[in-house]
């Protein structure tokens, strides 16, 4: 996915994992491990596209509104069931890539139901602390 991506866009390729990854050595990317939550934040929010295993990843990719695609780790089933929870509640399931079916990178997010939802999850958040804070009161 990421050699596809960087062959289809020409993009450089940034890293935030401590992994050295040996199938990128024809692609140019660049490692910003290790990486501050304010870099990580910041590297997403200026990405042009967001390609991670990570839950956080996906969620401010999400939330900055960044065109990402997902992938489930082979190991971690709790990370992978956070990642996929968060991909249906805002009806993004299509941006998982899975071996058995071929991402579609040209795809467009439809970023008005994604920020749509992301008001009502926020507002249904804040009635619901609201009224805890206020029974304790």
Known sequence: ????LHQMTG?????VSP??????????????????P????????????V????FHGVALSIILNRPFWAFLLKKNTLVNCRVENVLDLFHLRDRLV?????????APIDWDLVNSEIRFRRA???SYLSSIVKSIL
């Open 1 to 4: 996915t990421v050699q596809t």
């Open 11 to 15: 993009l450089p390729i940034h890293t």
């Open 19 to 36: 992994k050295s990854y040996r199938d990128l050595s024809q692609c140019y990317y660049h490692s910003l491990y290790p990486c501050s």
């Open 38 to 49: 304010t870099m990580f934040v910041k590297a997403i929010g200026e990405a042009a596209y």
């Open 51 to 54: 390609v991670t295993d990570s």
């Open 98 to 106: 899975l071996p058995y079916k071929p991402a579609n990178y040209e």
């Open 124 to 126: 249904q958040s804040i």
